[in-house]
């Protein structure tokens, strides 16, 4: 009777010990590198003088409103998690760089900064198009 106690309290133990490592991977495993979109991020940097128009700019009045800067401030987030939290996607000519504070476990109380832009039929960036939004 002891026996079997102890068996499954072991069981157990080990079952929490393999399931948390699990986890812990899981969350903190590398998500896409923002290596794979280098090239668009140079197209971006390109406009790194570029000011943000203040109708345009839906950020924390103290982020920088250029380019250049909004771009360090995305890299620098992400520089300081252990997992990739940049994101970059275009949808019928409209393209963003975004960065998000979500842990992988988190689907609330969590927000999202983003540059967006826009591009011609020949896939250049549009200046004047740049915007910052930023989602609590």
Request: glycine share 6%; proline share 2%.
């Amino acid at each position: 009777m002891l026996r079997n106690i102890i068996i499954c309290i072991f069981i157990f133990i080990i079952g929490i010990v393999v399931g948390g490592s699990l986890c812990w991977l899981k969350s903190y495993h590398q998500k896409d590198s923002y290596y794979n979109y280098s090239d668009e991020i140079q197209k971006i940097i390109k406009f790194e003088k570029s000011i943000i128009s203040k109708e345009n700019f839906s950020c924390e009045d103290y982020m920088p409103k250029d380019v250049g800067s909004l771009v360090a401030i995305i890299f620098g987030w992400n520089m300081v998690n252990n997992i990739n939290m940049v994101s970059f996607g275009c949808h019928q000519k409209i393209c963003h760089l975004a960065i998000s504070n979500c842990k992988p476990w988190q689907d609330q109380e969590c927000g999202q900064t983003f540059l967006v832009y826009e591009v011609n039929e020949h896939n250049l960036i549009k200046e004047k198009t740049f915007k910052c939004i930023q989602v609590p």
